[in-house]
């Protein structure tokens, strides 16, 4: 008998630096867990790392501890395919083809683009797209809002079609790249009136996509914001960083409403800690009996408990250079095989040369 085929789950996380828990919790944790089910595809985006031009020996390295940290965090070779973005170069010329059905405003009207765009440009989160488009196209931004930063979807939008993936487990920040990714290929498949990409949407077993928090009070975390928590970071660090989250004043009547920064702390809490953990210090919260400190004590181990098996193993991976090369061409090889082959059928719908 054979068997029936797995559906095809990709993703990727940027080569920016070291991986933070709001990688691990919203990307890196579901590609650990699905690993056993499914037609298992993740790659280091080596080439979306290029719309902030990074140091060329920063990149390299870059991409080495992102491929060290998905090991180190029980992503298996065996069961599944990781490469580099840039060892598929059927990805960049997927990019191309499929940038000719992409309109500038859609991808100029992107909420990360504007974020990045307004931040490279010195604007505030008031100045709206005509803000933008004005600085753009009426001075010279040079490349600090540059043509790869725009089409960062596509590029997106490319990784995810040229595995025909259905499944790509993302945190919540990505959700409006997918749906561009899904609008992109409906375009597509309709024009030339074929049947050829399938839409893919977020995978989170089920549940949404989450938002892990900063511990700065508001806002996610992210390595622009300068507020994360790296799987790598030592225990005295992380447990100083968590120690100086921020906080209010306490609750002054029973059952009262939390503020930002606490409930921030409380959805790290459950990200980390057993549900009678959380439970406890809810009631605490409720009663007003809670003291801050011990909350943030009990959540800096829980997530050390979380951090310290993967921090004792990257640094023997990352001194196995032959290991980690050896990993990368194998998942290169796989990749390129079905991206060849999708991206021969596009180019041939889309009636580029055959003879
Ligand atoms: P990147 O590198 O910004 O983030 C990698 C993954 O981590 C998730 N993430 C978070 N999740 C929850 N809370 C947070 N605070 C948080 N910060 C980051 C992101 O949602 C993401 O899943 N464009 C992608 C990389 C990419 C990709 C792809 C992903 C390129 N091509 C194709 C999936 C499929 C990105 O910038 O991720």
Redesign the pocket.
Known sequence: MTEPKKEII???????GN??????????RKFVAVQNDYDCNF?I?DL??LTTNPDPEQLHANVKSVLAEYLAAGLDPEKSTIYV?SDVPETTEMYLLLNMHVGIGELMRTV?FKDKARKALGLSPENDEEDIEKQVCGSDTGRRVNAGLLT??T???A??LIHK?TK???????LQ??EL?RRFARRFNSFYNVDLFPE?YDFDFGGA??????LDGSG????SEGNCIYLVDDPKVLRKKVMRAVTDEGPQTPDSQMSEPIANLFTLLELTSTPDVVEHFRKAYADCSIRYGDLKKQLAEDILAVTTPIRERVNDILADDGYLAKVLAAGAERARERAAATLSEMRHVMGIRKF
């Not at 990709?10 to 920016?16: C, V």
């Not at 991986?19 to 890196?28: D, E, M, P, S, T």
């Not at 996509?209 to 900063?214: D, E, F, H, L, S």
């Not at 996610?220 to 390595?223: D, L, R, S, V």
């Open positions: 990709l993703s990727g996380i940027r080569a920016t991986l933070h828990i709001g990688n691990y919790f919203g990307a890196l790659f985006a979306h790392a973005q990360s960062y979807p590029l997106m939008a990784d995810i993936a790509v487990p993302v945190g919540k920040d990505q790249h997918l990714t893919p996509p989450i938002k892990v928090p900063g996610k975390m992210g390595k």
